[in-house]
C-alpha cells in the first residue's frame, strides 16, 4: 500500500485561511495589549541543547521534547516543549537586569505527544513572564493581565481556579517525609488516586494522613480557605499560603465573578514555589490558560530571581469560537504603467482593502473576490461583481 505523500502526522494539522487570519488576528491583540502593559517582546531560538531546556522548569517536559542530535558539535539537542526556559535564560544571562523585568513571546512549541485528545502537537504559545518580585503584587498583575488577553481573543465566561503549592510543600515538611514518598504522594494527588492515596497515608501519623486525604476535598468556594485553616496543621507555610489565596480573590473579585480554589492542584509541582492558576471555559474540558510563582527557576541558570507568569495556546483558543470568513477581497486589472490605476490599487490597499491583481489569462475571478475595479466616466471605481 503506498502511503500518501501529502498525509501529516497525527495530531499535526495545517492552519486554513479562515482560522489562520483568525489566529493571528488574536496574536496580534494579545502582543500589542502585553506591549502596553510595559512586557517586551523576545524570540527564542526554536531548538537549543538539551540540557538548557531542561533546565529548571523545563525538566518537567523531557518526555514532551523531540531531540535531534546536532550535525556541528555532536551533541544532543531539543526542539522546545515550553518557552519559559528560555524566557528566565535570557532575563538571567542576556539581560541581566536587577530591577523587575516583564517579557513576553509568542511561537510555536512542539510536543512528542498532545497532552489532550483534542490537542495539536503544535501549540501557538502565547505569554508573558514577570522576574524580580517576589510579592503578592505581581501575581495580581500577572493573573489581570492573562484575563485581559483572554478576553481580546474573544473568550468570555472565564472561571478561574486559584492553589497553592506551599500547602502540599508545609504538609511534606512538616511531617518529614521522604523524598521517594513524596514523589509517590504528588503523582496520586494529581491523578485523583483516592485509593492509592489512602494506601499511602496508611503509615503516617494520623494528623498528617487527615491532612492529605482532606486535600482533593479542598474544591470550591471561598468557604474551603476557611475550612482548610480549621482542620490542616497550623505551619507557617499554609498559613501564609491560604493568606494569599484569601487576599488574591478579594482583589480579583472585581474582575471575574466565577473564582475557584483547588489546595489539591499540584500542576508543575516540581517547578512552581507559590500561587498557581487556571483559567477554564465553557466548551473546553482543558484549561485554556496557565501560571504561577515559580521563584527557583533562575537558580538553575546562576542568577536566582523571583518570577511569575502564564501562556496559552493561540490554536486552542481558536477552536472555542466560529472563525470569522476570509474577508472578501477587490479585482483589478493588470495594466502596465497605468499610474492612475496603481494609485487607485496603493489607496484601496492603505485604507485596509485587499486587492488582488488579475493576469494576463487569467481563468475566473481571484479567490474570494465579491468587488472589481473598473474604469468608468473617467475615473477607476469599485463595482460589485
Known sequence: MTMHNWLLPEFVEDVLPAEAIHIEGMRRKTMDLLRLHGYQQVMPPLLEYVESLLTGSGSDMDLHMFKVIDQLSGRMMGLRADMTPQVARIDAHLLNFDGITRLCYANSVLHTVPS?????????????????????????????LMLLCLSVS??????????????????????????????????????????????LCAKLQQQTREALLLLPELYGAKKILAE?????????????????????????????DKIAFDLADLRGYHYHTGMVFAAYADGCSNAIALGGRYDEIGK?????????????????????????????????????????????????????QIVVIEFPGQKGKPLDCDRQLVFHDGQWIVKEI
Not at 117 to 132: D, F, N, S, W
Not at 244 to 253: G, V
Open 228 to 256: 482548610a485553616a480549621s482542620r490542616l496543621p497550623d505551619y507557617p507555610e499554609i498559613k501564609s499560603a491560604l493568606n494569599e489565596l484569601c487576599r488574591a480573590e478579594e482583589e480579583l473579585k472585581p474582575v471575574i
Open 300 to 352: 538553575a541558570f546562576g542568577r536566582a530571581r523571583p518570577a511569575t507568569g502564564f501562556s496559552m495556546d493561540l490554536r486552542e483558543l481558536s477552536r472555542m469560537a466560529k472563525p470569522p470568513s476570509y474577508p472578501k477581497a477587490i479585482s483589478a486589472p493588470y495594466e502596465k504603467r497605468n499610474k492612475a490605476l496603481e494609485s487607485k490599487i496603493e489607496q484601496l490597499r492603505e485604507s485596509g
Open 154 to 199: 474573544g473568550v468570555s465566561e472565564v472561571h478561574l481556579d486559584l492553589g497553592h503549592v506551599a500547602v502540599f510543600r508545609g504538609l511534606i515538611k512538616g511531617a518529614g517525609i521522604s523524598h521517594e514518598l513524596e514523589t509517590e504522594l504528588y503523582a496520586v494527588l494529581q491523578a485523583k488516586d483516592i485509593s492509592t492515596l489512602k494506601e
Open 116 to 144: 489532550g485528545i483534542t490537542k495539536t502537537r503544535e501549540p501557538l504559545q502565547v505569554g508573558a513572564e514577570l522576574y524580580g518580585h517576589s510579592g503578592l503584587e505581581s501575581d495580581l498583575e500577572i493573573q489581570r
